[in-house]
């Protein structure tokens, strides 16, 4: 009722608008919408770019730069017959239980094995988690979770640097935040995004399976592992270009 007040005399007129940036993941599909607090007319110079700030046009160039490219999820390397292996990176809060819960789902993936590496985080500090994403080198996947809780505690998640870290891995990122419905922006530029620790343990168990069943009954490992390594590339080319 307040923003209809001040939008009286507005009707058909540019505005200015302030509010809080939402994502909606659904089926593979990414929505944002704007919870708007405040309105004002806009002027020129706002319209012609001036007036942004300069996170406001940093945040922009991400969004608008950044084209979806889905890395395949890597395939297991096995050696002498031997089962075949995963290297994963799982970055966690420093306290709670999800590590417990995430580890849980690899625990159960026979014929896999799951070579893993924890890295706990201060989940409430975008340069602390900048700083884990940038420590975890030379894993096939990189895994981000935490629990739930309210959407203020998850605006380090829509960090601009952090957003460009994750997507500069070379590696399969999938974020598990503990909450559906309301996407951060992480969500959207991961390779997969699942609601709970729980359900992405479990996907990457899954995936790790029918990555291996793949390599081994069509193009064989040393083919499927070469294939991979193309993607990666293609997807270094396209982040770089944006």
């Known amino acids: 009722r307040r923003l209809a007040e001040k939008a009286r005399g507005l009707e058909h007129a540019r505005v200015r608008v302030r509010g809080d940036l939402g994502t909606n993941l659904w089926r593979g599909r990414l929505a944002f919408r704007l919870d708007v607090r405040e309105m004002e007319p806009a002027d020129t110079r706002y319209l012609e770019g001036e007036g942004e700030s300069k996170s406001d046009r940093s945040l922009s160039s991400v969004l608008r730069g950044y084209r979806r490219y889905r890395v395949s999820f890597p395939t297991p ?55 884990a994403v940038a420590g975890a080198e030379s894993f096939d996947v990189v895994a981000l979770i935490r ?20 997507m500069e891995k070379n590696a399969y990122t999938v974020s598990a935040i503990g909450h559906s419905g309301d996407s951060t922006l992480l969500d959207a530029v991961s390779d997969a995004s699942c609601e709970t620790p729980t359900a992405a343990g479990a996907y990457i168990r899954e995936s790790a399976l029918a990555a291996g069943r793949a390599a081994e009954t069509e193009p064989g490992v040393e083919t499927e592992r070469l294939r991979a390594e193309l993607r990666r590339q293609k997807r270094t080319i396209t982040l770089l270009g944006a």
């Open 77 to 131: 390397r096995a050696e002498d017959g031997a089962t075949g292996t995963l290297s994963v990176c799982v970055i966690h809060p420093v306290s709670g239980q999800v590590l417990d819960d995430f580890l849980g789902q690899l625990r159960e993936g026979r014929g896999i094995s799951f070579k893993v590496h924890a890295l706990g985080a201060n989940m409430g500090s975008a340069d602390k988690l900048r700083g």
């Open 147 to 166: 629990g739930g809780g309210a959407r203020a505690e998850f605006e380090p998640l829509n960090d601009v640097r952090l957003l460009r870290a994750w």
